[in-house]
């Protein structure tokens, strides 16, 4: 587990996210809630802080009520390894209220931004097979997209 781990600060859908979020990849798991008692800013049971895990890599989770809403300014990033993970995961990240954004960036209906980025996009920009006209058109492709599309971007590439 990480020494540090980034706190998402949430209204009051800290544990209902946390849940959501690990059931979406692989090697999550919520790893302890600590709740509130009578007289605490929200009612007696609600969660304060959910500690979990994903993909391996720590979290919390705090409810901290509406002071601090999330911006774009911080992001998760997901690198993806095929189109149907790419698919699987934008589908359920903007479901119920997500909204989806441009070049692979989303927002979750908690207003948490994500990047859903296939590996395929970095090999195509920049691997030691990439040629710059390649490179260039696949770039071009990539910001006229949502979610990205592998095959439009394999398409670019090869001109």
Same mark, same amino acid.
């Given at each position: ?67 601090? =809403? ?5 992001? !998760? ?6 189109? $149907?993970?790419?698919? %699987?995961?934008?589908? +359920? ?24 980025? =296939? ?5 195509? !920009? ?6 710059? $006209?390649?490179?260039? %058109?696949?770039?071009? +492709? ?18």
């Amino acid at each position: 587990m990480s020494a540090i781990a980034p706190c998402l600060w949430f209204d009051s859908q800290a544990e209902e996210a946390a849940i959501f979020y690990v059931s979406l990849l692989g090697n999550s798991r919520i790893t302890d809630v600590s709740r509130y008692s009578e007289g605490g800013p929200q009612p007696a049971g609600t969660a304060i802080m959910v500690h979990f895990e994903l993909d391996g890599v720590a979290f919390q989770a705090l409810n901290g009520g509406p002071q601090f =809403p999330f911006t774009e300014a911080v992001s !998760l990033a997901i690198s993806t390894s095929s189109q $149907e993970e790419t698919d %699987r995961l934008w589908t +359920a990240l903007t479901a119920d209220g997500g909204e989806e954004s441009r070049c692979g960036w989303l927002k979750d209906k908690y207003g948490l931004s994500w990047q859903i980025v =296939p590996t395929r996009l970095g090999e195509l !920009l920049s691997g030691a097979d990439a040629d710059a $006209e390649g490179a260039g %058109r696949a770039m071009q +492709a990539m910001l006229t997209m949502r979610k990205i599309d592998i095959n439009g971007l394999e398409r670019a590439y090869n001109g």
